[in-house]
Structures are given as C-alpha cells and as structure tokens.
C-alpha cells in the first residue's frame, strides 16, 4: 500500500520559513518524479515545485521562484520543500504526489499518488 505523509506545516509570520517534508512508503521511491502542490480555500489545486526521479531536474512555478526549494533523499525516501520569506498568499493545504517514470509533471492528472496534506499558513 503507497503512502505519502506530509508533515512540517503550521503557522509562521510573514517573512518566515517552512520546511515541509513527505515520507513515502510502499513504492520504490526512486522511480517517482515527486510534486508539490497547494489549494488554497475556494481555489483549485496548484503545481508548487516539481524533481524528477534523481533530482536533477526541477521545475517551479513562477511565485515559487528564488523563495522556495525542492530537494529529494532517495536513501530516505523523502521529498521537501524548503520554503522562505513566506507570504501570506503562500497559505493553503499544501501536497505532496508521485508520479511514475515521469519526468516532473506539472499537472495533477499526472500524479499517481497523493499525500493527505499539511495546512501552512502564513499571518501578516
């Protein structure tokens, strides 16, 4: 059985940082290209950042850009997301998924798995 436990969201001001973390179990973690995503109340689900299956290639959406990074432990079986000067439009249930011999999708119907989430918010 595959799972994706998301864990180190919470609340932090603006200008803060977070880092989240997603445990994968259940599936051979290295033949996954992993995704952040985030929903934000009353919005669709959004890509955040994506790494392929041996990190050598990410990609991040625009707002994403020089504040937020993505990183695997293959050993771990763990993706992150390591996010800084947080805003308070960064708040929303963010994802992590997986997706199998892909390159780094960036749309949900490429994910073969999700995670639960983990609530990040972020106070003005």
């Known amino acids: 059985q595959v799972q994706l436990v998301e864990s180190g969201g919470g609340l932090v001001q603006a200008g803060g940082s977070l880092r989240l973390s997603c445990a994968a179990s259940?599936?051979?973690?290295?033949?996954?290209?992993m995704g952040w995503f985030r929903q934000a109340p009353g919005k669709e689900r959004e890509f955040v950042a994506g790494i392929s299956w041996s990190g050598g290639i990410k990609y991040y959406t625009d707002s994403a850009k020089g504040r937020f990074t993505i990183s695997r432990d293959n050993a771990k079986n763990t993706v992150y997301l390591q996010m800084n000067s947080l805003k308070p439009e960064d708040t929303a249930v963010y994802y992590c998924?997986?997706?199998?011999?892909?390159?780094?999708?960036?749309?949900?119907?490429?994910?073969?798995?999700w995670g639960q989430g983990t609530q990040v918010t972020v106070s003005s």
């Open positions: 259940g599936l051979t973690f290295s033949s996954y290209a």
């Open positions: 998924a997986a997706s199998y011999e892909r390159v780094v999708p960036r749309e949900m119907r490429e994910y073969d798995y």
